[in-house]
Every structure is written in structure tokens, then in C-alpha cells.
């Protein structure tokens, strides 16, 4: 048998059920595994004690009808976990530690997982290479000093690097697909509405949601049907018949209508990124799907847009911080002062520059002019995927416009930062399911992935046309362990 | 390019504008900070500027992607005594209270 950190969630189950392994043994193992990986800075708090306590206690009480059966996981810093610290990659949350816990973690306990530990992430979510976390980068076990994606680049890079057999992400611009594209890993994220923000750290709560990372396509199906749930303590968590993705799990799309968006070949697009999107379409055409030439004509109005909204819930949601309830308390000669003084020294440079965008697009005489203009072009954003689907089941473009970076390369640039989500924000704002599938490499040999997007609430047909996609692209990562050397 | 309702032609956000904002978001800034800020956001801002193109007059705003209107629930304490448990992670406390820098001469 390969080694236990290697295998996926579905075949670490098995082995468990089968009694051929221990939940201790799995926990020990991944331990072992991150004590050896310390460069790839994944882990932001460990619990790997209590991990190993708990999953000796599942041994000893062991329940083999839970969906994850004394499973060990970590899960992105930005899910309040009872008791054991929640930094959100922030200075300003640095010794926070919550008195409650998430929704979608929760769930995860409730069937049988076990925490191993709190990943590394962009400070509060806000980035896609895990550059502005308090906590330091995050090194992807493709290559030395390449970025893992953000902003769930911890969780991106302890998958690929075996540090976990599943783990959960938050997306509010791309923050799953992203990390999950350039890592040679699967990231979903869900309709909004389908998994509970209850207890994850506000960015952007129009367009934050969680969702699986993981190996292959069935391991995400399994862990969603786990996360997904209608939550009265999320008040737009949406009440709908949720699939039990993993056994309706399919290879059969035939006769499905996937749609190509003319728009997503945008400038200065490498050329492998075309090639690979070519090689998707035919991969797709040979699992028997239909191909169909669409128009999302807004398409390049979305990252402006994006840029406006995210920033503007953001300035919101972050004026909670403000050194009094919980967090960071700098000391200052007046109440404003100490206000200031805090959110100073507590947010990264990042931070500082979207609360910024955000309170100057929402300030007076403004509001008008960005606020409700972005509010209105997404509108238009979200009725080009309605009339789409007024065609096609599905959605086929690439995830990003080029495959991973080099550490510092576009930090000083946040524009061309930003540019690394122009595929996928605009499901953000549309409140899509999309999910990443690695599909090839560049010229570096570094992972290129493929994105499928669904209809609202149609996760189903995303899963099932990603593990079709999957089993005919049969891409598998080459990791060297090298950080060990 | 369309002329529309809300033209914002693109206008230099200033040293003073930067302050300004700073100060409505309860950050305190370095000069030299806030002259990077500036170069920053002017960058961001011409990006952005390109939602000017889009004549927008008849569009609805999307204000949330859920279609639900808010579920009411009964007017009913559900919570036990949680005094502890919400000043647990306070900087500064008394038994019953967070603490702040006094407000009232």
C-alpha cells in the first residue's frame, strides 16, 4: 500500500472502515509529515496533540457510519474553530481565540473529522499569492519560491504537498480556484447561499462562501456533501435540496451542453493557456458533451466591478476591529486615537489599501458614482450567465490567465495582482458554482487548471463533468518532496 | 465610449484626499504611507474607471444574489448567559464590562 499521507480522502475511508488503518495511525502520519514540512509554512497553529488524542479516541470508540471516520484535517485560518486560535493571516487577530464555532466546520466534527491544525492564508482573504499574511509566505510544493495561489494558499499547498487529505477554503474572488489551479489540486466553490458563513471571518459577505479543496474531483464531492447546509444562523444561507453529490457522482455527461465564452480569450493571454482550454474542449467533446459557442459580453467589466463591491463590504465588515471586543489593542492618548493607532498596526499593507478603496467608494458624494454603478454592472454580469444558460448546462474556460509565480514578483503591483482573477470573479458576483480541475502544465512544468461553471445550485453537473474531464486528462502532480532535502 | 448617467471622469485622488479617507476609516498614516496609498488607489481608480463605458441608466442594482427575503424567527432568548464568553478575547475588561480610553471629561 502507498503511504497513508499520499492517498485520497475516498481511499483513506476505505482503509479505515476496512479496519487496515487507524485513525491514529493516519493522524500520526500526517504529524510526522509536517514536522518534516516546516518550509512549505502551511500551518499558521497546529493542533496536532489534540489531533492525536481525539483520533485515538475515535479507535477506541470508533463509528464507521460517519462520512469521515476519524479522517485528520486542516482547515484555512479564516473558520473560527472552538478554543483553538483564529489569526484570519492578521496581526489584528493574532491571539484571538474563538468561543464558538463554524458552521462548516462543525459539520466536519459532527462526521467523524478531526482538526489537525489552522492554514495559512492571505491576511483576512484579501490576495491571491498568500503574500500579505501576517504569518509569512506560503511555498508551493510544485517548485521552490513559487507562490501557492491565495488567498487559501496554505490550504493549497498542504494538499498538494500531502499535509492533509482534504481541506476546506473560502472563495470571494477566486480565493479556491486560484490556489487549487496553481497547486495541481481540486477547488470547488459552491452556489452562495449553499455552505453557512456562520463563524468564517467577513470579507465580502455578498460573494464569501466555503468550499472543498482537494486530490481528485469525487474527494471534493465527499467533503461537500458534508459542508453544504441550510443554516438559520446565516441569514442568507438558502434552503434547498441539497444531493448527496458522492453517490450521484457520474461519468455519464452525455448530451450536456457546455458553453465557451468568446470573451475569456482575453489580451495578452499566453498561448499555452489557449492551448490548454483547446485540449479541455476536446476532452470534453470526447466524454460526449456537446460544445457551444457562448457570449458573457460583460465579462471584462467584472474585475472592475469586483474591485469596488469587495472592497466596499470589506470596509464594513473590518470596522469591527476596532481594539475594544477582541484583538489587537495599540494604546493611544484618546479613545479615536487608540482607534486609529490599532488598525494601524493590526492590518497588513493590503488590508490598509482596501479598507481605504472601500470607505472612499462608499463615502458622500461617491456612492452614486462607484457603489451603485458597480451594483448595476453586476446585474448585467449576472444576467449574461442567465441568458447563457438559457443554452448550455455549463460553462468551460480556463481558471487563471497564466500558472504560479514567483515569490515577490507582482507584489508591488496590485493591479497586475488583481489580473490573476479575471476568470473567476466574475462567478463570485454572479453567485456561481465553479470548480478548478488541474488539466496540464506550462513550460515549467508548473499545473494549468481548467474551470467548469455551473447553473446556480447545480453542483452536480459541475462534479460530474469535472470527474468525466478528470479521468480523460489523467494529470497527476510530481512532487519531489524537495523542501525535506 | 457612451455618455451615461453617472460619468465620473477620472479625478486624482491627492495627499489630502488620502488623509481625509484615512481618518473616516480610523487608520492612522505616515506620510510617506499615505503617498504610496495614493499611488496605489490612482492605479486601482483608473482601472476601475472603465464601469464608465457601460450606460447603466435602466439597470435594477444587484444588492444581494440570494433571492430569499429574510426568514423571521420567534422573539425568543436562545442564547444561555454568555457574559464570559463574549469578553473572553477583550484587550482590556472589568468583570462586566469592556474597557475603553475615557470618553467624558
Redesign the interface.
Known sequence: MSEITSLTLYELIKNIKEKKISSNEAAKSFVDRADKSKKINAYVTENFENCLKLSKEFDDKPNFDLKLPGIPIAVKDLFCTYEVRTTAGSNILN???P??ESTVTQNIWNEGGILLGKLNCDEFAMGSSNETSFFGNVQNPIAKDLVPGGSSGGSSAALAANLTPVTIGTDTGGSIRQPASFTGTVGLKPT??SCSRYGIVAFAS?LDQAGPMSKDVKDSSILLEVISSFD?KD??S?DFKRNNYSSELTRNIKGLKIGIPKEYRVDGMPDEIEKLWKKGIEYAKDCGAEIIDISLP?T??A???Y??VAPAEA?SNL?RY????????SS??????????T??EG?GEEV??R???G??VL?SGYY???Y?????????I?RDFDQAYNKVDAILTPSTPSSAFKIGEKSND??SM?LNDIFTVPVN???LPGISIPAGVDKNNYPLGLQIIGKPFDEQTVLNIAYSMEEKINYKNNITDWWMK | MVVCDNIFYHMTIDLKTVKHISKLARISLEEKKAEKLATDMNSIFEFIEKLNELNTDNVEPLTSIAETTLRFRDDKITSENIREKILKNSPEKNDDFFVVPKVVE
Open positions: 491571539n484571538f481565540v468561543t464558538y452562495y447561499g455578498s438559520k441569514s442568507t438558502i460583460h471584462s467589466y474585475l472592475p466591478t474591485y469596488i470596509s470596522a476596532d481594539g475594544v471586543k477582541y484583538g489587537l489593542r493611544g492618548k484618546n479613545l479615536i486615537d487608540m482607534y486609529e493607532k488598525r494601524s492590518f490598509k489599501r479598507v481605504m478603496i470607505t472612499y463615502s452614486d458614482a462607484y451603485l454603478k458597480a451594483q448595476k454592472v453586476r446585474q448585467l449576472k496590485p493591479v488583481y458576483l454572479a453567485g
